[in-house]
């Protein structure tokens, strides 16, 4: 065993992404052929303070989340995670959405909204230790360290559903890669439009304090509802997305 986190006393190993999982969403497809299998990033699911504080994120169907990404190249591609969009909320047509902060180093968000084979919208966040950032519904997303140092960041999420990997897979990645250079565009995607780039969210929408820890939010986990019912969230999420 190794990299378990302790958080609160609770000491949890994680799930590791390897390298070989990212097959088929990397830039350096020549680099990876050659390349030898090791470890990427670290995911710590399901994570509580305390039973109390876990009986009732369960029974609000939520989950608090713990992702590590130490910096590293891949080929010519800084780190990143492999990306994934989110099912529909049953019986509505809106997809589940997700809060991010970062809780050490620093990260680039890039949400992806398609419609068949064309991608209608790109955002890019770069969000520092406390800064936090909502996943609107409809987009896909991807976390990318392009930095010197170990990124950790944390995720509330809906516990009722599975993120669904095939869509960004099955495009050879999103629609843009981080390199050294820049962002460069995915040819897989047509009409991939320019590139957002928008703010983290404002704290004090979730009710929180600049740089205030998120996980506090499990003392009233109704500021969380827009996880599990985003159709009722729409102006939140307009203002989230604007520049």
Excluded at 90 to 103: M, R
Excluded at 126 to 142: E, S
Excluded at 153 to 177: L, Q, R, T
Aim: charged share 25%; with cysteine.
């Amino acid at each position: 065993m190794g990299n378990e986190l302790n958080f609160f006393g609770h000491v949890v190993a994680p799930d590791i992404r390897m390298l070989h999982d990212m097959d088929g969403v990397l830039y350096d497809t020549e680099w990876f052929r050659t390349a030898k299998d090791t470890e990427l990033y670290y995911m710590y699911r399901d994570m509580y303070r305390n039973e109390k504080e876990h009986e009732a994120i369960k029974s609000q169907h939520l989950r608090y989340d713990i992702t590590v990404i130490p910096p590293q190249m891949l080929g010519k591609e800084y780190v990143k995670t492999a990306g994934h969009y989110h099912p529909n909320v049953p019986g509505v047509s809106t997809s589940y959405s997700e809060l991010y902060q970062v809780l050490e180093g620093e990260a680039n968000y890039l949400f992806q909204r398609m419609a068949g084979e064309t991608i209608e919208d790109v955002a890019v966040i770069k969000a520092k230790a406390g800064d936090i950032v909502v996943v609107p519904p409809g987009y896909g997303h991807i976390t990318i360290n392009s930095s010197n140092t170990t990124l950790k960041m944390a995720n509330w999420v809906c516990g009722d559903f599975s993120s669904m990997y095939h869509p960004i897979k099955e495009h050879a990645g999103a629609a843009y890669y981080l390199l050294e250079k820049g962002y460069v565009p995915n040819p897989k995607y047509t009409k991939t439009p320019p590139i957002r780039y928008l703010k983290p969210t404002d704290a004090s929408m979730l009710g929180l304090g600049k740089g205030e820890d998120m996980y506090n939010l499990v003392s009233d986990l109704s500021k969380l509802d827009f996880l599990k019912n985003p159709h009722l969230y729409s102006a939140m999420f307009s203002k989230v997305l604007e520049k």
